[in-house]
């Protein structure tokens, strides 16, 4: 019997099937937090539905592709992104496009010769440190409003102890989510978070925060609790774990009715932990520490904040700056 030369199998270079293989390794390999990878997964999404418009060809073939192909598309979502948006759409399509050169999809990345956008330098908004103290109170406040005086409202305790939590540590909602019992150390005044990467920190939180989380977990966790709770720290109204856009809800409602200028949200509490730490007199490394961010570039968008501070402050009180 004659011997048989073995056949090698082509690459799949389907845009679909590459899609699929890529997020694969986003998920389980570089583990990206599941927010990335579905803004990833709906960035390529959008960059599907315009092939099939623009360029059917190309979703058979990814070598059909290239940097005009590209660049037609950004031109196309120019007037429907912000630059922020663009920004992730071509990071997404960079790491998808050098993915599949690495993969032995193509030879050559279409997105390498493509230019970034400059990035808008636009600095944290913080709500002011009596708009966080109004919006710390708020809850309870509505709770009696509400008609709660007499009993506990759960959910009104719980959206305090979320509230102390996000601005006294500096949580992203994600984190805060994703929180169990055994995260959280009262006595010992400090969380344990898993951040973006998969990363573990550990940040320290105050007395009021402290008894926020305990009032929560003495008077109201166990009214709401169920078979689905498990160990999730932070419950919904049914018992299973909060999920973030309920708490983002809750939270710009709590921000209306104490009178905040603008909407409130998870990160502007984030920000305004960081803010109001670097105008304390608090050390930019530790901040980027309690915040978990990777880079140091990153935590120093907080110093423009203090400048523009410093410089109002200025403005006032210096006698050859004012002009009254």
């Not at 103290?133 to 709770?143: R, T």
């Not at 856009?245 to 939270?251: I, V, Y």
Request: charged residues 25%; contains cysteine; hydrophobic residues 40%.
């Amino acid at each position: 019997m004659d011997d048989v030369a073995p056949t090698t199998q082509p690459p799949d270079r389907t845009f679909d099937s590459a899609v699929s293989a890529w997020l694969g390794h986003q998920r389980h390999v570089r583990r990206l937090s599941t927010h990335t990878e579905r803004a990833y997964e709906g960035d390529l999404a959008v960059f599907r539905a315009f092939l099939v418009d623009k360029a059917p060809k190309a979703l058979a073939d990814l070598r059909r592709i290239d940097l005009y192909t590209l660049r037609a598309f950004l031109a196309a979502r120019h007037h429907h992104d912000a630059t922020t948006s663009t920004l992730r759409r071509l990071s997404a399509l960079r790491g998808f496009f050098t993915w599949c050169r690495v993969s032995g999809h193509i030879e050559q990345s279409p997105a390498d010769l493509i230019e970034s956008p400059k990035r808008p330098k636009a600095l944290p908004r913080a709500v002011s440190v009596d708009e966080a103290f109004a919006l710390c109170a708020q809850p309870a406040a509505g709770s009696k409003a509400g008609g709660h005086s007499r009993g506990i409202d759960p959910m009104a305790v719980r959206d305090t102890a979320v509230i102390e939590l996000l601005y006294g540590a500096g949580l992203r909602i994600s984190e805060l989510c994703g929180l169990d019992l055994n995260d959280v150390d009262i006595a010992g005044r400090s969380v344990r978070v898993l951040g973006k990467g998969k990363k573990q920190r550990v940040v320290p939180f105050h007395d009021v925060c402290a008894l926020a989380l305990q009032g929560w977990l003495d008077e109201a966790r166990e009214q709401v609790a169920g078979p689905h709770s498990a160990q999730a720290f932070f419950l919904g109204a049914r018992g299973k774990r909060v999920i973030d856009s309920e708490l983002r809800r809750r939270l710009a409602k709590h921000g209306v009715e104490a009178g905040a200028r603008a909407r409130v949200h998870p990160h502007k509490l984030r920000h305004s932990f960081a803010t109001h730490l670097l105008e304390g007199g608090a050390d930019l490394r530790g901040i980027q520490e309690l915040l978990g961010h990777a880079s140091l570039s990153t935590t120093q968008r907080y110093t423009h904040v203090d400048v523009a501070r410093l410089t109002r402050v200025y403005d006032l009180a210096h006698p050859r700056a004012r002009t009254d």
